[in-house]
């Protein structure tokens, strides 16, 4: 027996194909469960959970605004990420993937450059 990561060893073998002792049997960064769980395939890395970003700059008397479209996954612990050099990142939200889109608008209150990322930080399904 191999150390267990969550799915049934016998069920990992015969049904799924995947490796009990490896919890991302296809190394494309996302755990067998939370593959499993957003009906993409844990032995094929061309197939993975959904994690759209999409943003936006608008403007609105003279304010600025980050508009931030993130497609989730279902599951999983996600944080929308703000960095001013891309070294030192600061949480800006967190929440839990849905499988549905979530959309924030985040007001930029100088014209300093900003970056933005979405990072998944837990894959908990
Ligand atoms: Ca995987
Ligand atoms: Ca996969």
């Known amino acids: 027996m191999g150390p267990c990561y969550g799915l049934n060893d016998y069920v990992e073998v015969n ?3 995947t490796n ?4 991302d049997t296809d190394t494309d960064g996302f755990e067998d469960n939370f ?5 993409t395939s844990p032995t094929s890395s061309a197939s993975t959970p959904q ?19 993130v497609q989730s996954p279902v599951g999983g612990l996600l944080a ?5 050099n891309l070294q030192d990142w600061t949480s800006i939200e967190l929440f ?12 930029r209150e100088d014209n ?3 970056f933005y990322r979405v990072r998944l930080l837990d894959q908990t399904p």
Do not use: C, H, W
Request: glycine share 6%; hydrophobic share 30%; charged share 20%.
């Open 112 to 114: 300093a450059s900003a």
């Open 80 to 84: 929308i990420e703000q960095s001013e």
């Open 51 to 69: 994690m759209g970003l999409a943003m936006e700059i608008s403007e609105y008397a003279s304010s600025l605004s980050v508009d931030i479209t």
């Open 96 to 107: 839990e993937g849905n499988g549905r889109t979530i959309s924030r608008v985040f007001p």
């Open 15 to 17: 049904t799924d194909n």
């Open 35 to 39: 593959e499993l769980t957003n009906q």
């Open 20 to 23: 009990p002792n490896n919890k």
